[in-house]
């Protein structure tokens, strides 16, 4: 049996019994500790109060979901592995598309190279548009929730999930979507026992519903199920997050929104900068393709003749009300590690209750029937990460990512506490 595999450069050792690896999306902390304290969550209650490890940790920006679910899987940020959103303008072509296809992948996943060496690897995720991303180069199971019913032996690795999991495939927009992850989670563990599995779920409950509402509970008490299921079949268990989620509205219930392609071409002209929401996904109605991340592409004109005519724009960007700061192309790659091609001449951030659109008339917010819960930002960026077992100590000034996620299952929660 193999020992370490070499993934990015670090080291992972071999599992000596399965390892899960969950992914929650859009799970700020106070979700758990509010489900616990409900009474909800006994499971994660008991690993909060000892029986596991559990840290904060810091997400990658932007606190959008595909970055970060390349990151956990990568082990690295999106300067190494490339994806820096949801959705980008691709210079190369010319173009706004999303970014959930393999081409824009620069890295091979932790999942890849353990699958290429012999391991038994499943990936179950709740939207399909991570799918290609999560399985790219894997030899397994891989499948979402989203197209369960469609899943064929040659593509996914697996038949008839529909039937084993005993569930209908459900909405697009709804728990069920999630709950459909866990669910088969367990029926794989129960069966094939993979050495590894990788399980994504969607934000839909936490866009609607804050930490400690009867909505929320519910929805950690299925996890909490699920996840106890996965104990007592003996598997390491990694939570952890892709981003937290914030209320980013007034208490009119409006959302707070700065409408920055409005703000540009009043200031430049009709159209000659541009706004890129990096959180846009096929998938908006629960937040209107609204997020507290924006890039802005400038026209030539800003950056000559004078250099001063960027900075003289970013300053009055970052004299908006809402606005958390705003970053040049260079200084946002080496702050947040993202690859400095991939993004705009300016990076902007909102503040913890704001997000930012691009023109008004742009965005669809007749699906908000909740007052808006986003995400986005470095108010965003606090994540929890826990594992069901006691790990050695570490330094105190260890800065916790969550793409340390198969480093603490893999490696650390192999030697002795
Ligand atoms: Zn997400």
Redesign the pocket.
Known sequence: MPTDITVNGRAYRWMDRPLVVVCV??CQFEYITAAVTAGAAPYLGRLLGGAGTSVIADCVMPS??NP?NLSIVTGVPPSVHGICGNYFFDPERGEEVMMNDPRLLRVGTILAAFSQAGAKVAVITAKDKLRKLLGHRMKGICFSSERADQVTLAENGIENVVGRVGMPVPSVYSAELSEFVFVAGVKLMERERPDLMYLST??YIQHKAAPGTPVANDFYAMMDRNLARLEELGATIVITA??GMNAKHGADGQPNVIYLQDILDARLGESKARVILPITDPYVVHHGALGSFALVYLPASAHLPEPTAQDGLAQSIAALPGIETVLGRAEAAARFELPPERIGDLVVVSRLDTVIGTSRDRHDLSGLDVPLRS?GGTSEQKVPLLINRRIPEQPGTRRWRNFDAFDLGLNLAARPA
């Open positions: 999306d859009g959008f979901t970060n969607t934000d892709d981003h995400h």
